[in-house]
């Protein structure tokens, strides 16, 4: 990824292993420059309170911004990928990444987001993850003094990385059933029903294996 002025000297993440496959994953949902959502804002705001940040961020990582599907304490909507901490959290979708104090990570230590506003010292992120293991953005924490979350904060924010999961898969199934009907409607591709119950048996099953997961 090209740097660009304002991130000389900053560290930008490697790409995740399978990315191409990650970015179809991420934007099958459709979910990139959407309206907020309440169901989204309410969960970033329950992670703020819990994790008691002043900032907390429903992140998605495309390929050259993180975009915030929901935001509690910060204006922005997006910021560069190549700048964004969200973009490191990612690399490994069944960890935690938590950064105590910024200003002692050579990862983030001359990052814009750190040295100038919102002026980032902590930073907690949960990667959310698809059925198919893909992560395609973070449930954050941020704060502007170093820290660190309890396990009893750390398992509350994961749980409601997997809520927010939960969310997006229902979304994306209520659409897809939407576009099924109204096409069955038209007209113009009738499928047999045993077609549409195979597809949303697939759908509720996508949406067990996120509430089954390990916690």
């Known amino acids: 990824m090209p740097s660009s002025p304002h991130t000389d000297g900053v560290q930008a993440a490697p ?11 991420l934007h099958q949902y459709r979910l ?8 989204y804002d309410d969960l970033a705001f329950i992670a703020s309170q819990i994790c008691q ?19 509690i304490g910060l204006e922005a909507t997006e910021t560069p990928r190549d700048i964004a901490f ?19 990570d050579e990862r983030f230590a001359r990052n814009p987001l750190v040295t100038s506003a919102p002026g980032i010292r902590f930073y907690a992120g949960v990667p959310l993850v698809t059925p198919g ?38 979304r994306w ?23 549409a119950d195979d597809r949303l048996r697939a759908m509720l099953q996508r949406m067990q294996q996120l509430q089954q997961r390990p916690r």
């Open 15 to 25: 790409l995740p292993a399978g990315e191409s496959q990650r970015l179809a994953a």
């Open 53 to 71: 940040t002043p900032i907390a961020l429903v992140s998605l990582i495309d390929e050259h911004r993180q975009w915030f599907k929901a935001k």
């Open 32 to 39: 990139l420059d959407t309206l907020p959502e309440a169901v």
């Open 133 to 170: 293991g893909h992560a395609i953005g973070t449930l954050c924490a941020i704060d502007q003094r170093p820290r660190q979350l309890s396990e009893d904060q750390l398992r509350a924010l994961r749980a409601l990385a997997r809520e927010v999961m939960v969310q997006v898969e229902l």
């Open 86 to 104: 969200c973009a490191h959290a990612i690399l490994d979708p069944n960890a935690v990444m938590q950064v105590p104090d910024t200003r002692l």
């Open 173 to 195: 199934t209520i659409a897809t059933l939407e576009r099924e009907l109204n096409t069955a409607r038209s007209g113009s591709r009738a499928s047999p029903p045993r077609d």
